[in-house]
């Protein structure tokens, strides 16, 4: 894969949410409400404070009527076969977590695949949104916790879940994870 990995920060990622929403005319509540955050949170991204994760990231340009890609200025193409040496790769604020573009193939696809690469420690927002997810752990090992479950991954297992509970994950290897996600892509307002 060729390193174009587009790396943001913090306050450019802020910035661009923060025009969309107020060129659509929607409050900190709209956006909040429709992308199943708090208002504080997206209130906290547009000041460049935190990044969001992949997930919320998803959410809140959904609630934005465009893409992350399209945010983010990724190169957005639709492509059925995509080569290893042309996947986009891009991070969001935090260092050292970086996402392998995978798809969508096609307008309209219901799933968004990705590949996740994070540090050691590094731990996950918590989550609880409408959908489903899937993740293979091809390298590292992960604490991922759904409700008041714990689950321990090693490479090579799977987890695939309704995402209306709370969840989130921790890198608990020494090295970096790997991690292969297919998430339902969120629909603002269903």
């Known amino acids: 894969m060729t390193e174009k990995r587009t790396e943001p920060t913090n306050d450019q990622i802020g910035r661009v949410i923060r025009r969309r929403r107020k060129a659509l005319g929607k409050t900190l509540e709209q956006v909040a409400g ?10 906290q991204v547009e000041r460049g404070i ?3 994760s992949f997930s ?10 465009t893409s992350m890609e399209q945010l983010l200025n990724v190169r957005e193409t639709f492509e059925i076969h995509t080569k290893a040496k042309d996947r986009e790769s891009y991070s969001l604020g935090e260092a050292g977590r970086w996402y392998e573009k995978l798809g969508p193939g096609f307008s309209g696809a219901l799933f968004y695949p990705c590949i996740i690469h994070r540090p ?25 916790h759904i409700g008041d479950k714990v689950y321990n991954l090693v490479a090579g297992d799977s987890i695939h879940h309704d995402t209306s509970e709370e969840h989130f994950s921790t890198v608990v290897s020494d090295t ?13 307002g269903h």
């Open 56 to 65: 919320s990231f998803m959410r809140i340009a959904s609630s934005l009527n």
């Open 34 to 43: 429709e992308a199943e955050l708090t208002v504080g949170f997206i209130s």
């Open 120 to 144: 050691p420690g590094q731990v996950s927002e918590r989550m609880k949104h409408r959908g489903e997810v899937f993740c293979y752990l091809a390298e590292g090992e992960l604490e991922y």
């Open 50 to 52: 935190c990044a969001p």
């Open 176 to 188: 970096e994870t790997t991690e292969l996600w297919v998430s339902s892509h969120p629909i603002a």
